[in-house]
T-cell receptor, first 116, second 112 residues
Framework: GAGVSQSPSNKVTEKGKDVELRCDPI?????LYWYRQSLGQGLEFLIY????????KSGLPSDRFSAERTGGSVSTLTIQRTQQEDSAVYLC??????????????FGPGTRLTVL | AQSVSQHNHHVILSEAASLELGCNYS??????LFWYVQYPGQHLQLLLK??????LVKGIKGFEAEFIKSKFSFNLRKPSVQWSDTAEYFC??????????FGAGTRLTVKP
C-alpha cells in the first residue's frame, strides 16, 4: 500500500516568509510524528499527534513552529517568519501503534527546506 | 536527558569487509534501541530494534546488533558488506516512553 508522503519535496524560501509543509500518513495509522534533521545532526523530535488527543508539542523549538492534524489524518507543519537556522530536512512518520516512541515508525521522504 | 552518540561520521569499506558501527547512549534506566537505515534516495527505514530478551538482535539484510548494558552500547555489525549497503545509518534510543533520540548518523560507503 501507499507509504507516508510529504510535500513539497523541496522548498526554498526567503528569510521572514511563512512556509507550510504537508504530511499524508499511512491510512489507518493513529500516530503521526514530525522530526527535523539539520545538516550533520540526528533527527530531532518536534511534535507528536495521537488520534484526536491534544498533540505533544514539547519538541517544537520556538513559537514560530506549529502543527495541526485535520481529521486524524493529514498534518501540516507551519513555520512562521522563517530563519536561516530553520533550514533542514523535515521528516514525517506515522505509526499504527502510537506512543511517543513506537516500536515501528514509517517515515516519509522528507521536505528539504532552505531559507535564504 | 538521554542522548545518543555515533562516533563514526563516515566509514569507507571494500566489499566483503566486516562492519561495526558504534552507538552509545546515556541513560541508566530501561531503554528501547533501534537502528534505522536510509539508502540513497529512499526513506528512512527500520533495520532492527531491541526491546527486551536476547541482547543479540538480528535484522534485515544480514545485519545484527548487540545490546551491552554495562557499556551503554548498541553496536551494529555485519560480517561481510556489499556495495548495496552504502547508506546512512542512524542509531536511536528511547527511555521511559520519552521521545526518540537519534544519533547524528554514520555514512557508510562500500567500494565495489
Amino acid at each position: 500500500g501507499a507509504g507516508v508522503s510529504q510535500s513539497p519535496s523541496n522548498k526554498v524560501t526567503e528569510k521572514g516568509k511563512d512556509v507550510e509543509l504537508r504530511c499524508d500518513p499511512i491510512s489507518g495509522h493513529t500516530a503521526l510524528y514530525w522530526y527535523r534533521q539539520s545538516l550533520g545532526q540526528g533527527l530531532e523530535f518536534l511534535i507528536y499527534f495521537q488520534g484526536n488527543s491534544a498533540p505533544d508539542k514539547s519538541g517544537l523549538p520556538s513559537d514560530r513552529f506549529s502543527a495541526e492534524r485535520t481529521g486524524g489524518s493529514v498534518s501540516t507543519l507551519t513555520i512562521q517568519r522563517t530563519q536561516q537556522e530553520d533550514s533542514a530536512v523535515y521528516l514525517c512518520a506515522s505509526s499504527p501503534t502510537g506512543g511517543r516512541a513506537p516500536s515501528t515508525q514509517y517515515f516519509g521522504p522528507g521536505t528539504r527546506l532552505t531559507v535564504l | 536527558a538521554q542522548s545518543v552518540s555515533q562516533h563514526n561520521h563516515h566509514v569507507i569499506l571494500s566489499e566483503a569487509a566486516s562492519l561495526e558501527l558504534g552507538c552509545n547512549y546515556s541513560y541508566g534506566g530501561t531503554v528501547n534501541l533501534f537502528w534505522y537505515v536510509q539508502y540513497p534516495g529512499q526513506h528512512l527505514q527500520l533495520l532492527l530494534k531491541y526491546f527486551s530478551g536476547d541482547p543479540l538482535v538480528k535484522g534485515i539484510k544480514g545485519f545484527e546488533a548487540e545490546f551491552i548494558k554495562s557499556k551503554f552500547s548498541f553496536n551494529l555489525r555485519k560480517p561481510s558488506v556489499q556495495w548495496s549497503d552504502t547508506a546512512e545509518y542512524f542509531c536511536a534510543v528511547n527511555a521511559d516512553n520519552n521521545d526518540m533520540r537519534f544519533g547524528a548518523g554514520t555514512r557508510l560507503t562500500v567500494k565495489p
